[in-house]
């Protein structure tokens, strides 16, 4: 759902799976180069605020392998 809405808002990102990643920490890569503009960056975030919003992203550390 997320890289689905993140590809239909214009935004590529590439997956960041298991094995490279641990397990419970698959997520999705960002990369910025400096052919990025501040509009492309405005939006990207606001895409992700969306996603945010509506809960469908989780903490990019699972709640247990936190620091205290």
Do not use: C, M
Not at 1 to 15: C, F, H, I, N, P
Not at 19 to 43: K, M, N, S, Y
């Amino acid at each position: 759902d997320v890289s689905e809405r993140l590809w239909k808002a214009g935004q590529y990102v590439t997956l960041a799976p298991y094995p490279g990643v641990p397990r419970d920490e698959i997520g999705f890569r960002v990369q910025l180069t400096a052919a990025h503009t501040e509009q492309h960056v405005d939006d990207l975030n606001n895409v992700l605020t969306e996603l945010a919003r509506d809960g469908a992203l989780r903490p990019a550390i699972p709640q247990q392998r936190r620091p205290a």
